[in-house]
């Protein structure tokens, strides 16, 4: 519940609870490709475009860099957040020209939905630039400020109704590393190069995906823009034909542009000293598709143009004509350059590239050769493709001058070039050896039973059972966060940016239960270590207390060579009664109802302190069985661990996670969606079809 990237109230995930799981996948990764073009291409149709148009830009987002790529990566919550912008900025510029109660319903719906899908940060950024577009969009509009109002009541409606997910999800945020450890530096991480502007329209020219031959910085699918050259030419036509009417959407691809680079700009400075949440983010290089869906609009209401006129200027078929030349003759260039390997003047310029210098460092010199030839052919290819593109489009727009298949012609080319790219980055792999790996982690576990923690299955820990140490989860909480950073010897402000995260397993993890090590060969065979040291059961029964007032004095403590963490336990405020040697045999079990339950037994023959090597976090509540709740209060204990003070004798207890802010949300949410579908009711009833007059 508190993970938003579970995404578990979110409709499409459905799918998962009964299909096989690469059907759903695929099924779920379909839909949002188709609704991010068919958002598009309805957003482009309502400006009253030719059909022709509105494809171009429906292809334009949905097989774009930003958006496609995302498959590539397997970002199923990035594309499940991004295919829902379209609608959102299209019931914004409704809602901003007439008020409309339906569009409000339709806005706030959609918003509900994106912050259902599993990625707060699309959610934060659209919101961002929704707002900038609804000021931009309602300019020059008589009595803007009701119709602001109303978008703003709609966007705030679409959070009451899944508020049952969002509440319990912000008070998560509050406990994590998100919001505690993110510094200036880590927040700055994975912006928008400025160089990667070419690959709006040479979207190879730094490398394709796969097998390690991307050479620009961070990963390809964030900050890849590519939209083609005959999208970008056709947004510029747009821009050039209608410079007032177009300038709303411009000031959009400026500022998203601006917030992309990150902080290379004062801006990010401002947002992140400023905006509220803005900080707990990092990789500003998603505000890249924003970019795209405003190009793409601008391209249809271009390429509509143009239809309607029935020729391209004269200007323009020179320019087409020009960049074929250049782009061909810079694609020669670079071939001719790289050919030369190290000693020439492209593997001089790629040896002098700041954030090559380091990978290039380790590299034997035959094989740094091999790469500077391989990397200056897909840049010239890249450069070559544009070229030809540029070739298509200025065919296109000279053969208009007689006929109008020559402005059909250009619209071929720009969806041509987005359907290449698409079919490039269409990945498939096969689903045996994932399986096969899945199915030898389940026989390890089945072999070796018992309630204990690994390290090294990473992410697949959610669909084999595991519990990995870091299954390279973005919510990791504060407290888990501070004691590892602190226990591997790295500041705690750099834990996202920390890579590898465990460099050492001292014995103090015996706390995390940690047992087995995994390690992959390069055959993929798994293979499993096991550790040097005794990890502690799910629960231990503790007699002896060091009390702290707060969490940094007690990983502090902890942390110390001589602290008996066997022995003894770090509290953070003093029991309630004196804690005394045990005077005979003690007992204890627990039993998992749930993710969210668990009912323990404990038998104490003296005050004692019950540990349970599981994460603290507030929205656990524990309750004896024949006993008024609110009795018994969960503490941290070692600093990020679950610890019950209790008295001698029996109790059993009941763990629940319950935090306050969802039975909250949940109401917020029954009460919003009553509303809604009454609101909904009351517009279906009027009829959308006049009624005929008997004459």
């Not at 390429?303 to 074929?324: C, I, V, Y």
């Not at 540029?390 to 020559?406: D, I, K, Y």
């Not at 269409?426 to 050896?433: E, S």
Request: hydrophobic share 50%.
């Amino acid at each position: 519940m508190g993970g938003f990237e579970s995404a578990i109230f979110y409709p499409f995930n459905l799918l998962f609870l009964f299909l096989p799981f690469a059907l759903a996948s695929n099924l779920v990764i379909f839909f949002h490709v188709l609704m991010a073009g068919l958002f598009t291409q309805g957003w482009a149709a309502s400006r009253g475009l030719k059909p022709e148009a509105c494809l171009l830009a429906a292809f334009g987002v949905a097989w774009g860099g930003p958006f496609f790529l995302q498959i590539y990566a397997g970002h199923l919550s990035n594309l499940c957040a991004m295919a829902w912008v379209p609608l959102i900025f299209w019931a914004l510029e409704r809602l901003t020209q007439k008020s409309s109660l339906g569009w409000a319903l339709v806005l706030a719906l959609a918003v509900g939905l994106q912050g259902l899908a599993g990625h707060p940060q699309y959610f934060y950024y659209t919101a961002l630039i929704g707002a900038a577009w609804a000021g931009a969009a309602a300019i020059g509009q008589p009595r803007p400020l009701p119709r602001w109002g109303i978008a703003a009541a709609a966007y705030g409606f679409g959070f009451l109704l899944f508020a049952a997910q969002w509440l319990p999800g912000l008070e998560a945020v509050g406990e994590s590393a998100r919001g505690d450890l993110n510094d200036f530096k880590t927040a700055g991480l994975f912006f928008l190069p400025p160089e990667n502007f070419l690959t709006l329209v040479a979207p190879f020219f730094f490398g394709p995906l796969g097998d390690n031959h991307y050479w620009g910085r961070w990963y390809l699918w964030d900050v890849c823009l590519f939209t083609g050259l005959g999208t970008l030419f056709f947004a510029a036509l747009d821009l050039w034909a209608h410079r007032l009417k177009r300038a709303p959407e411009a000031a959009l691809i400026a500022l998203s542009a601006l917030l992309a680079l990150g902080q290379t700009t004062p801006l990010f400075h401002f947002l992140f000293d400023w905006a509220p949440g803005f900080k707990s983010f990092r990789g500003t290089c998603k505000f890249d598709f924003f970019i795209v869906v405003f190009i793409a609009v601008m391209a249809a209401s271009g390429f509509d143009w143009l239809l309607r006129r029935g020729k391209a200027p004269s200007g323009a078929r020179l320019f087409l004509a020009g960049a074929a030349f250049l782009s061909g003759s810079a694609a020669a260039a670079i071939w001719f350059l790289s050919q030369k390997g190290l000693a020439g003047g492209w593997g001089l310029w790629l040896l002098a590239l700041h954030w090559l210098k380091e990978p290039f460092a380790g590299l034997e010199p035959g094989v740094l050769d091999s790469f500077v030839r391989q990397a200056g052919l897909q840049s010239a290819l890249s450069l070559g493709l544009l070229a030809a593109a540029a070739l298509g489009l200025a065919g296109g727009a000279w053969a208009a001058v007689r006929t109008r298949q020559g402005l059909y012609l250009m619209g071929a080319v720009a969806l041509l070039e987005l359907g290449v790219f698409a079919a490039f980055h269409r990945p498939t792999f096969a689903q045996g050896p994932w399986q096969q790996r899945q199915e030898a982690l389940r026989d390890f576990y089945a072999a070796h039973p018992g309630d204990y923690r690994v390290l090294g299955t990473g992410s697949e820990a959610a669909l084999e059972g595991g519990r990995d140490l870091w299954e390279q989860e973005p919510l990791i909480l504060s407290r888990y966060g501070h004691f590892v950073a602190r226990s591997q010897g790295f500041p705690e402000n750099e834990i996202f940016r920390t890579s590898p995260v465990f460099k050492k397993i001292p014995p103090l993890y015996a706390l995390t239960r940690v047992k087995y090590v995994f390690e992959t060969d390069g055959a993929g065979a798994l293979h499993a270590m096991v550790l040097p040291f005794q990890p502690l059961t799910r629960l231990a029964l503790f007699h002896q207390a060091v009390v702290v007032p707060d969490e940094e004095r007690a990983l502090g403590i902890l942390l110390e060579p001589k602290f008996d963490f066997r022995r003894r336990v770090v509290l953070e405020k003093p029991p309630p009664f004196p804690l005394a040697a045990p005077r005979g045999p003690e007992s204890f079990w627990v039993q998992d109802l749930s993710v969210n339950e668990a009912l323990l037994g404990v038998d104490l023959s003296a005050p004692g302190v019950l540990l349970m090597t599981d994460n603290f976090s507030l929205g656990w509540k524990v309750q004896e069985a024949g006993k008024a709740g609110g009795a018994l209060e969960l503490e941290p204990g070692d600093g990020f661990l679950k610890a019950l003070v209790l008295p001698a004798g029996p109790h059993r207890l009941k763990l629940t996670y319950a935090p306050d802010s969802f039975r909250v949300g949940l109401w917020i949410s029954l009460v919003s969606s009553f509303f809604y579908i009454a609101i909904l009711a009351c517009l279906f009833r009027r009829s959308p079809f006049p009624t005929p007059r008997r004459k």
